[in-house]
């Protein structure tokens, strides 16, 4: 590694926290509407992917509030008094599990009586390893990665959970939530076939920011790499990890970076330029945007597909 890049590696480490860098909402309370009906299931979604997947199965059955606030990277977020206050007053919460609601442990300790839905029943978890320098090192440890929505066939298995809650919670509307469930499935369904279809004649490898797109690429047969080997995307890299990521790209003949939408771009800058290259976004879809979610994973298979095909 050249003495210019080694510098703009220490630059990146030394004056660029990752840490420090997220986006905020401009109002933090905008999540919560001051009315509800009490008509409906009022319902609350851990964050942005489960707040859609509720509202295309209740539609207006059911009352949806999303507890991280928009623009909120969820990863480490705590709820607030007034989150507290919200949670319970609902009759169900939805999380999306695999350890990714730190919160949720404290939930007894909130005397909630309503039901928590758990949209990961039925998945397996997937194993990484989490290690800011290598694999070998004796830091290194094995944690779940929680990101299985990023795969809309395992997203499909969470709005299923969600509607078979909705059924539970009110049985005379069962076929109401389960028709929409099913509808909805259809598009996922449509999605996968897409991005099955798109990739399957493309290379495999490709560089993630964080290690967010395990189950994806295992669903499509790609190989995940990432600058960050943990499930935090505002963890810091090492010079070493650094170093390790660009001699991957050098070794894999890869010179397009994906960096994520609430993380600091410069440093996946770093690499690409090495490579002369250049960085696309790949969101994990973890705070709410323009688009919604079958939108927003097509921008992340056209940014996929100019990497890989």
């Known amino acids: 590694m050249n003495t210019q890049v080694k510098f703009a590696i220490i630059a990146i480490i030394v004056v660029i926290p990752l840490s420090s860098y997220s986006v905020w909402a401009s109002d933090a ?37 999303l507890l991280v606030p928009e623009g909120v990277e969820p990863h480490d977020w705590e709820p607030t008094i007034q989150d507290v206050h919200q949670i319970q007053k609902s009759d169900i919460v939805i999380i999306n599990g695999l350890g990714f609601e730190n919160w949720v442990e404290s939930l007894d300790e909130m005397n909630y009586q309503g039901v928590v839905v758990d949209t990961s029943d039925g998945i397996i978890l997937n194993e990484i390893l989490d290690d800011d320098d290598d694999h070998e090192s004796e830091h290194a440890h ?20 969600i509607a078979d809650e909705f059924s539970k919670s009110d049985p005379q509307n069962k076929k109401f939530y389960q028709k929409n469930a099913q509808s909805y499935m259809i598009e996922l369904d449509k999605l996968d076939s897409k991005i099955r279809n798109d990739l399957s004649m493309c290379s495999q490898d490709f560089i993630a920011f964080h290690d967010a797109f395990s189950y994806f690429a295992h669903e ?6 990432t600058i960050l080997s943990s499930n935090d995307p505002h963890s810091e890299p090492t010079a070493k990890t650094l170093e390790n990521v660009i001699n991957t790209a050098r070794e894999l003949k890869i010179n397009i ?10 440093v996946s800058n770093v690499i690409a330029n090495e490579m002369n290259g250049k960085v696309l976004v790949l969101s994990p879809l973890e705070i709410s945007a323009d688009g919604n979610y079958i939108s927003r994973m097509t921008e992340n298979l056209d940014n996929l597909k100019e990497a890989l095909c």
């Open 29 to 65: 309370s905008l999540q919560f509407s001051n009315t509800s009906d009490s008509t409906k299931i009022q319902t609350i979604s851990s964050f942005y992917p489960l707040y859609e997947f509720a509202q295309q199965v209740g539609q207006d059955k059911v009352d949806v509030k």
């Open 257 to 266: 970076i994906f960096t994520e939408d609430t993380v600091d771009p410069r």
């Open 220 to 225: 499509y047969n790609l190989h995940q790499h």
């Open 142 to 161: 094995k944690s779940g990665d929680p990101h299985i929505w990023l795969s809309p066939v395992l997203a499909k298995n969470q709005v299923q959970n």
